[in-house]
């Protein structure tokens, strides 16, 4: 029987994201599969956190795909980029944590892909006029990525709703970064 990769990342996120500690073999039984089934498919923990920091990665830029940041103002891109990063946030809120993959020069290239897309977002809000000009694209950014990853783990832990994930991210970035008169 051939084994679904996706699933089993999925599988993997879900448990991860509400138990960052959960051991290989919980992972496997989160997946339905048999620890060394799971062992053929990723070699150790290492393995498979690169591989969800890859789906999380390939998330994002879907998200900012969809999120069309070139179309209306910068605020409403905002606005439709959390909204269509939400799907993607336990995941992002799990791979926050994971600082192993922050370190060294073995980081990912999609991180930096993503950081200027995010930053691009943040300059053309500057430059609009729309957005404060004292915090950098790469410190709005930076908010950005550790609300969306509160954001992830309130609504998990159930102190927010679902509902309003998209709402307190954005009010709260914009609150912060709006060009005050």
């Keep these: 029987m051939a084994v679904d990769r996706d699933h089993v990342l999925r599988s993997a996120a879900a448990l991860l994201t509400r138990r960052s500690t959960a051991t290989m073999d919980e992972v496997a039984r ?6 060394a089934t799971l062992h053929r498919q990723f070699a ?4 498979l956190v690169r591989a969800l920091e890859a ?3 390939e998330e994002c830029e879907a998200a900012l795909d969809a999120a069309h940041l070139d179309d209306g103002t910068a605020q409403e891109a905002l606005r439709r980029l959390v909204r269509e990063l939400e799907k993607a946030a336990g995941l992002l809120s799990f791979l926050y944590t994971e600082n192993q993959l922050f370190e060294g020069e073995e980081q990912h290239e999609g991180w930096a892909r993503l950081d200027a897309r995010f930053a691009a977002l943040f300059r053309r809000g500057q430059d609009s006029g729309e957005f404060r000009i004292d915090l950098t694209p790469a ?5 950005l990525y550790g ?4 954001g992830a783990w309130a ?9 309003d994930f998209t709402f ?6 914009l609150g912060g970064a709006l060009r005050r008169e």
Aim: charged fraction near 20%.
């Design 139 to 143: 410190w709005l950014t930076e908010a």
């Design 168 to 173: 307190m991210i954005v009010e709260l970035l």
């Design 55 to 57: 789906l999380g990665i």
């Design 30 to 35: 989160a997946a339905g599969i048999s620890r």
């Design 44 to 47: 150790g923990r290492d393995a």
């Design 155 to 163: 609504v998990l832990e159930g102190r927010v709703a679902t509902k």
């Design 147 to 150: 609300l969306i990853a509160s």
